[in-house]
């Protein structure tokens, strides 16, 4: 239930809105200014990237969880080699969780508020594990 809901919030954003990189990154940057200077030149191009590689992830850990779990660890260690905390790290999926909710307007439910609240826990968790943490 929990995957069909998420997929099912992801198409309807995605028809909506299109390209959802602009609305995530805006979202993004309204809560955390400082972000938007880390990204360089090649802004849209690595955002762009970095949103399609948190969808795929996302994508695996509500279907098979063939490798989200490490992925998430992994990239969260790799992104404090560039000063990104894990918890900033941790941000961006529920920044993607509540553009989503934005652009789905009414059809967003109380059931799909608590899969992206699970979702966004577990893959926390996962970038908390990565850090020595306790999930």
Request: one cysteine or more; a negative charge; proline letters at 3%.
């Amino acid at each position: 239930m929990q995957a069909a809901l998420i997929l099912k919030s992801l198409e309807l954003a995605a028809d909506r809105a299109g390209d959802l990189t602009p609305h995530v990154y805006a979202r993004l940057f309204a809560e955390r200014p400082e972000l938007a200077g880390m990204f360089g030149h090649n802004a849209k191009s690595v955002q762009g990237e970095m949103l399609a590689r948190a969808l795929e992830t996302i994508l695996d850990f509500v279907g098979d969880r063939a490798y989200a779990a490490n992925l998430v660890a992994a990239e969260s260690a790799a992104h404090a080699t560039y000063e990104v905390a894990p918890e900033t790290f941790a941000l961006f999926f529920r920044v993607i969780a509540e553009t989503l909710r934005d652009l789905t307007g009414a059809d967003w439910t109380n059931e799909t508020e608590a899969a992206w609240r699970d979702l966004v826990a577990d893959m926390t968790a996962c970038v908390q594990q990565d850090e020595g943490v306790p999930a």
